[in-house]
């Protein structure tokens, strides 16, 4: 069965310090996972996907297959990246299923 | 620009109300799926559809039923509310089955079961 754990509900660090946000997933086939970001009264939107190994408003994540992880990073957080966070693995039929989510509140 | 519009964003309704939850993209998806939002539980999948009149049950079935006339609307119904359908109801589409292609969310729809 496809699943995606963060363990973290909330994390919590003031503006300028590194963020991990953890995902694990357990999924049998060629995983893709990808990371959502919901701001306050915004739509969830894609943040980033593991095959474009690109940075998105500096943060990057790498899938590592050993450990069967996708955590999410950025080395300098800022408040504006207060948001609700997602991790996702993509499941056949463009079918996503998702993490609990990781709330990140970003300190002045 | 990719819209995807829930037409209700907040609805009140009763227990045992057949309760309607309407859904619009405008980019000839051909995959769209709905989803509900729980504080603590993430996002759950309860059905999708990649073809007009097509459907498949997602995580959470129970209790809901969708329909799918046309390619561009999804609609997902609750034969009959209850309290614990009370949540934030997340419409999604997509086309085709790449991996390549983004999901594209609406804003939503609160739903409140009294």
């Known amino acids: 069965a496809q699943r995606v754990t963060q363990p973290e509900k909330l994390l919590s660090v003031f503006k300028g310090a590194p963020v991990e946000l953890k995902c694990n997933y357990s999924?049998?086939?060629?995983?893709?996972l990808f990371w959502y970001v919901q701001y306050s009264r915004q739509r969830l939107q894609l943040l980033l996907r593991?095959?474009s190994r690109e940075s998105i408003k500096g943060f990057t994540a790498d899938l590592n297959k050993g450990e069967t992880s996708f955590h999410l990073k950025k080395p300098f957080a800022q408040e504006e990246d207060s948001a609700m966070y997602y991790c996702?693995?993509?499941?056949?039929?463009?079918?996503?299923?998702f993490g609990t989510g990781t709330r990140l509140l970003v300190s002045p | 620009d990719v819209k995807v519009t829930q037409s209700s964003r907040y609805l009140v309704k009763r227990t045992g109300e057949k309760v309607f939850l309407e859904c619009v993209q405008d980019m000839d998806h051909e995959n769209m799926f709905w989803y509900r939002q729980d504080p603590g539980l993430g996002l759950r999948l309860i059905y999708f559809s990649y073809d007009v009149k097509m459907k498949e049950k997602g995580d959470i079935p129970e209790g809901y039923s969708v329909s799918r006339e046309k390619k561009e609307r999804f609609s997902l119904i609750l034969e009959s509310a209850s309290t614990n359908q009370t949540s934030m109801y997340l419409c999604a589409s997509t086309s085709g089955l790449s991996s390549g292609n983004t999901i594209y969310f609406g804003e939503g729809s609160w739903l409140t079961v009294v």
């Open positions: 593991h095959i």
């Open positions: 996702a693995l993509g499941a056949g039929f463009q079918k996503l299923v």
């Open positions: 999924y049998s086939g060629s995983p893709e």
